[in-house]
């Protein structure tokens, strides 16, 4: 009816294997590099997928809504963005970052809770200047 509110949940929404697709409950960045052409589905290390198969891969930008969307989102989306951008890359150009030896991605996998706050395990990593900087 008229007035009606519609809202999208976005938990369920970044979740959802139709959008993000193989690991849509995980955290997978390589599904960044595989839409943006940046990696190739035939690359061998993604071989056990079989991406090549339709419906393999989902990557739907539309879908990807961290700052909401439409005319009421986020006023400083784009300046959080070029913020983020612009950190990662002096702290990629200028540091190596090496996870500890043994540890297990599965659990942290399966210790992440996620409900109206996220509550992440600790990922050990080591941070070391690089020589060539």
Not at 43 to 58: C, H, I, M, Q, V
Not at 61 to 85: H, I, S, W, Y
Request: hydrophobic share 45%; net charge positive.
């Amino acid at each position: 009816p008229p007035g009606t509110s519609v809202w999208v949940h976005c938990y369920s929404l970044h979740r959802d294997p139709r959008n993000f697709s193989p690991f849509p409950a995980s955290f997978w960045p390589d599904r960044w590099l595989l839409a943006s052409g940046a990696a190739a589905p035939t690359d061998p290390a993604y071989a056990s997928l079989e991406l090549s198969r339709p419906g393999a891969f989902a990557h739907n930008d539309a879908a990807f809504t961290p700052f909401a969307a439409g005319p009421m989102n986020c006023v400083g989306k784009g300046l959080a963005l070029q913020e983020v951008r612009t950190v990662t890359c002096a702290l990629v150009r200028r540091l190596a970052f090496v996870l500890r030896e043994g540890w297990d991605a599965a659990a942290y996998e399966r210790e992440y809770r996620a409900y109206l706050v996220a509550t992440r395990p600790v990922v050990p990593v080591r941070v070391e200047a690089r020589a060539d900087a």
